[in-house]
């Protein structure tokens, strides 16, 4: 059974986009989202990183009110009995329940979810230490840093990725895309 790790913030949810949503609220700042080309949102509102962190920790509520990207429940549904999917989130263990919470309440099909923050090399340790083959990202250094550890990697294109390029990186549109390749992968099982 193949094994794929899979991203959370902006793989699974539109976590930037409601981001800017809260935060424009909250500053009455009227930033438009399709204008968002960099990573770090905290800069567009002035904030450091200890800023951000305090206003992510404060409102995961209400930021996690947001739907799962098309085709992504289909997705997983069609191939739970095929795939191991588990979450491996870059994201503070403090973060994780509001993880559990989404995951339960948009009935996402994963097997499991950790904390690879958790450990020294991040993401590309713990995809390795778990057997993956295959990980879904959205962020240009994890991707790298996955890709260069040896692992394929599905690259969901964002105006902040476009210069991530790697021979193990395909780049793909949404979730309806990655469901055909996913198709291919197992039918070469």
């Keep these: 059974m193949i094994h794929i790790g899979l991203d959370f913030d902006d793989t699974l949810m539109d976590t930037r986009r409601s981001i800017v949503n809260v935060y424009n609220k909250q500053l009455n700042r009227s930033i438009m989202f399709d204008e968002v080309t960099i990573y770090e949102l905290s800069e567009l509102y002035g904030q450091s990183f200890k800023e951000f962190i305090e206003f992510f920790t404060s409102n995961q509520d209400e930021l996690h009110l947001i739907e799962p990207y098309p085709f992504l429940q289909e997705t997983l549904s069609r191939f739970a009995n095929k795939v191991k999917f588990t979450i491996m989130t870059g994201r503070p263990v ?96």
């Design 94 to 189: 403090e973060w994780m329940e509001s993880v559990k919470k989404w995951i339960k309440e948009n009935d996402i099909m994963i097997e499991s979810s950790l904390c690879a923050s958790q450990f020294a090399n991040g993401k590309i340790e713990c995809a390795k230490l778990n057997g993956v083959s295959l990980f879904i990202e959205d962020h240009p250094a994890h991707a790298l840093s996955i890709a260069e550890g040896g692992i394929n990697v599905l690259l969901i294109d964002k105006p902040y990725n476009q210069e991530c390029q790697h021979k193990r990186i395909t780049r793909v549109k949404d979730w309806q895309e990655i469901g055909k390749i996913l198709d291919v992968i197992v039918l070469q099982m």
